[in-house]
């Protein structure tokens, strides 16, 4: 199975400041023949269900404000808040689908400073 | 709109064994773009991935409880049921489904149910 593990586990990050995320792989989620990183984020608020941010680890979803960054390839990979707010308070989850079973990195839990 | 909803038993013993039904909408289970998975959430916990069934009926599970899961599909019904044996308290947890197959032509899940809160207690 493919480990993933994020860090921080938690941060404080003040109002309009950047926040950024590490998620890696314990083995590349790359897919060499069309050159794709398996690689997923959520947002996952209270009492909600995940919500999708990227897919592609930097295609943002519809809708997702452009605050928000997902990059890296192979088994390093990060999503950035560029400037926090508060409604992005949450914790944020990565997850491969490159093969199964799929599996989710333990989160990174985003408050406040 | 697409929607997932998924309902079963609030409370399980343990031994018992747990069926949960997730009924979708807005999507076909016959479409060969779309899948769906079970993932659950232990209280306070991290995102656990169960099971997925394919459109093609092709099914996957997780290693650690690949032997106590079923996943299946009624496509008339617009239903994907999971079924998980010997249940135990450390099983008790916020069950999601949700649908993978999503803008990106992968399995990244783009829409998720509310999640149902089964707890397992005698």
């Known amino acids: 199975d493919i480990m993933m593990t994020q860090s921080p586990d938690s941060l404080a990050v003040s109002l309009g400041e950047r926040a950024t995320i590490s998620c890696k792989s314990s083995q590349t989620v790359l897919y060499s023949s069309n050159t794709k990183n398996y690689l997923a984020w959520y947002q996952q608020k209270p009492g909600q269900p995940p919500k999708l941010l990227f897919y592609?680890?930097?295609t943002r979803e519809s809708g997702v404000p452009d605050r928000f960054s997902g990059s890296g390839s192979g088994t390093d990979f990060t999503l950035t808040i560029s400037s926090l707010q508060a409604e992005d308070v949450a914790v944020y989850y990565c997850q491969q689908y490159y093969t199964t079973p799929w599996t989710f990195g333990q989160g990174t839990k985003v408050e406040i400073k | 709109q697409v929607t997932l909803k998924e309902s079963g038993p609030v409370l399980v013993k343990p031994t018992e064994t747990l069926t949960l039904t997730c009924t979708v909408s807005g999507f076909s289970l016959t479409s060969a773009r779309f899948g769906v998975s079970w993932i659950r959430q232990p209280p306070g916990r991290a995102l656990e991935w169960l099971a997925h069934?394919?459109?093609?009926?092709?099914?996957s599970y997780t290693t650690s409880l690949e032997s106590r899961l079923t996943i299946s599909k009624d496509t008339s019904k617009s239903q994907v049921v999971l079924t998980m044996t010997n249940m135990d308290p450390v099983d008790t947890a916020t069950y999601y489904c949700a649908r993978a197959g999503g803008p990106g032509g992968g399995t990244e899940f783009d829409s998720w149910g509310q999640g149902t809160l089964v707890t397992v207690s005698s």
């Open positions: 592609w680890a930097s």
């Open positions: 069934i394919f459109s093609n009926g092709a099914k």
